[in-house]
């Protein structure tokens, strides 16, 4: 009986952990941003001056609650359209990095088993180097004169410069370049698990190699393609090194202005505010999407 108990001790600690880590690394943080963001900003050390420090004050405070920084929000276009902008580069990145990233990682799985590992290897090769180098690299190739406009000219191609450098093409291309790994491995692991037998069945039962791949694999592989546009998108919405290297005054995404509202502007509770309302657009989506999963698994 003790060793029963043990045990289920043991499991109710194994549940626990990741709670734990939950409310270490997210609920605790989260908890000072908003305390942040329904602060005041201040002439301060740090900038911004709380409506309550402690349990005693906050019955007083919610009954005064002021939400001025998220009025501010809504109120001001700069904030509201760079959310938006952000989130249509952030999907204009997911879609290009699943329309590359797909046949890559069907490659991948395709190919024998003794080149798996090299080919994963030449996907994660990138992530060896610094993250900032890379950008830079791209500003070296986009730039007027640079890598790219030279060999187009070298190869009779153009003959003016390109000009795609502070554009949001050259944002684009930077992002779907840094992001693509995190498209393609996800794929690779549904797609390598893949029962090739199905696909046998449904070509012996007269099924075209496209009707096969749209009937068979591709839902498949579902899975591993949310994966994998999670794992591009999230990131992708709050992205600041790319846009304020690769991009120029009209690719102001949302990471920009969080980063201009923190620094420059020292305005603590706005650009805390900024955040909170960040984490809701990219959250909530996640937790419904999740839900629907639940639903629909325990419906059959």
Same mark, same amino acid.
Request: neutral net charge; glycine residues 6%; without cysteine.
């Given at each position: 009986?003790?060793?029963?108990?043990?045990?289920?001790?043991?499991?109710?600690?194994?549940?626990?952990?990741?709670?734990?880590?939950?409310?270490?690394f997210?609920?605790?943080?989260?908890?000072?941003?908003?305390? &942040?963001?329904?602060?005041?900003?201040?002439? %301060?050390? !740090?900038?911004?001056?709380?409506?309550?420090?402690?349990? %005693?004050?906050?019955?007083?405070?919610?009954?005064?609650?002021?939400?001025?920084?998220?009025?501010l929000?809504?109120?001001?276009p /700069?904030?509201?359209?760079?959310?938006?902008?952000?989130?249509?580069?952030?999907?204009?990145?997911?879609l290009?990095?699943?329309?590359?990233?797909?046949?890559?990682?069907?490659?991948?799985?395709?190919?024998?088993?003794?080149?798996?590992?090299?080919l994963?290897?030449?996907?994660?090769?990138?992530?060896?180097?610094?993250?900032?180098?890379?950008?830079?690299?791209?500003?070296?190739?986009?730039?007027?004169?640079?890598?790219?406009?030279?060999?187009?000219?070298?190869?009779?191609?153009? %003959?003016?410069?390109?000009?795609?450098?502070?554009?949001?093409?050259?944002?684009?291309?930077? &992002?779907?370049?840094?992001?693509? !790994?995190? &498209?393609?491995?996800?794929?690779?692991?549904?797609?390598?698990?893949?029962?090739?037998?199905?696909?046998? $069945? $449904?070509?012996?039962?007269? %099924?075209? !190699? /496209?009707?096969?791949f749209?009937?068979?694999? /591709? !839902?498949l592989?579902?899975?591993?393609?949310?994966a994998?546009?999670?794992?591009?998108?999230?990131?992708?919405?709050?992205?600041?090194?790319?846009?304020?290297?690769?991009?120029?005054?009209?690719?102001?995404?949302?990471?920009?202005?969080?980063?201009?509202?923190?620094?420059?502007?020292?305005?603590?509770?706005?650009?805390?505010?900024?955040?909170?309302?960040?984490?809701?657009?990219?959250?909530?989506?996640?937790?419904?999407?999740?839900?629907?999963?639940?639903?629909?698994?325990?419906?059959?």
């Open positions: 009986m003790s060793a029963t108990a043990s045990l289920q001790r043991l499991g109710r600690l194994v549940v626990a952990v990741p709670y734990l880590w939950l409310a270490l997210f609920l605790i943080p989260f908890a000072i941003v908003l305390r &942040m963001a329904l602060s005041q900003s201040a002439m %301060a050390l !740090p900038p911004y001056a709380p409506h309550f420090e402690g349990l %005693a004050q906050l019955g007083e405070f919610l009954s005064q609650l002021d939400l001025e920084n998220f009025r929000l809504a109120d001001d /700069l904030y509201w359209q760079s959310y938006l902008y952000s989130l249509r580069i952030a999907a204009l990145t997911t290009l990095a699943l329309a590359i990233g797909y046949p890559l990682a069907y490659a991948m799985a395709s190919a024998p088993a003794r080149w798996r590992g090299i994963i290897v030449f996907v994660i090769l990138p992530f060896w180097t610094s993250f900032l180098i890379r950008v830079y690299a791209w500003i070296g190739v986009l730039r007027p004169e640079g890598l790219l406009d030279a060999s187009l000219a070298f190869l009779g191609i153009t %003959a003016e410069p390109l000009r795609l450098l502070n554009t949001e093409a050259a944002v684009l291309l930077g &992002m779907v370049y840094s992001y693509l !790994p995190f &498209m393609v491995l996800p794929l690779f692991a549904t797609l390598e698990k893949l029962d090739r037998g199905l696909l046998e $069945a $449904a070509a012996d039962l007269g %099924a075209a !190699p /496209l009707t096969a749209l009937t068979v694999t /591709l !839902p592989s579902l899975p591993g393609i949310l994998g546009s999670a794992l591009v998108f999230i990131p992708a919405v709050g992205e600041f090194v790319i846009p304020d290297l690769l991009g120029g005054p009209d690719t102001v995404m949302i990471g920009k202005v969080l980063w201009g509202e923190f620094f420059s502007n020292r305005d603590w509770p706005l650009a805390s505010a900024v955040a909170v309302v960040l984490l809701v657009v990219l959250v909530l989506p996640l937790v419904l999407l999740q839900r629907a999963r639940l639903r629909r698994e325990m419906a059959t």
